[in-house]
């Protein structure tokens, strides 16, 4: 019979791979995929008098419409900071200004970016598998020291291997519709 130690060890592993999860989402959402988004600019850095502070936390930014973002700055002294700063990130994205919003209109991607960002998001949701897999490798090791301990029977053990199996591949499955959702973000024109 599993205890509170073994059912401890399977809310860890759903925590782990809820983090990856919540990871991917992240990395998913500053993908540039043809429509304005705000979460493009979620890793551009600003020179704020001195500190490199992320740009969300300088200012409001929306996406009034599908192809453009508008930063309305908190502080308007640090237009030219965040203007270089969006300069240098690798969006590719010109930003266009009139003294208190900066502008970013987003094209549509061509059709070989296009297939380059399906690659890229491919490689993301890979990526967080290889991790979730790992985790889920951790977890069977702890239950097989377990029984190598004599804590667990080969049984429990063989329950315990299925259950982490199913939790994995709930998260999987939920990988793969991110995924899927994704592609079909990317590849609509």
């Given at each position: 019979m599993l205890n509170e130690y073994d059912k401890s060890l399977y809310d860890g592993l759903n925590a782990q791979l809820q983090k990856s999860l919540d990871h991917l989402n992240s990395e998913l959402g500053t993908v540039r995929a043809g429509r304005a988004n705000p979460r493009l600019l979620d890793k551009i850095m600003v020179n704020y008098y001195g500190t490199m502070t992320p740009l969300k936390q300088m200012a409001n930014i929306s996406a009034p419409d599908p192809r453009t973002i508008a930063i309305s700055l908190w502080d308007i002294s640090q237009l030219k900071e965040v203007l270089k700063a969006i300069q240098a990130s690798d969006l590719g994205l010109n930003p266009s200004d009139d003294g208190k919003v900066i502008r970013l209109f987003v094209p549509a991607p061509t059709e070989e970016r296009r297939i380059e960002l399906v690659k890229m998001v491919k490689?993301?949701?890979?990526?967080?598998?290889?991790?979730?897999?790992?985790?889920?490798?951790?977890?069977?090791?702890?239950?097989?020291?377990?029984?190598?301990?004599?804590?667990?029977?080969?049984?429990?053990?063989?329950?315990?291997?299925?259950?982490?199996?199913?939790?994995?591949?709930?998260?999987?499955?939920?990988?793969?519709?991110?995924l899927a959702q994704k592609e079909k973000e990317i590849t609509e024109v």
């Open positions: 490689k993301f949701c890979e990526d967080t598998k290889v991790t979730m897999r790992n985790a889920r490798r951790e977890c069977l090791d702890v239950f097989k020291k377990l029984k190598n301990d004599k804590k667990i029977t080969e049984d429990e053990l063989k329950q315990a291997e299925n259950e982490v199996q199913k939790i994995l591949n709930n998260f999987t499955d939920k990988a793969d519709q991110m």
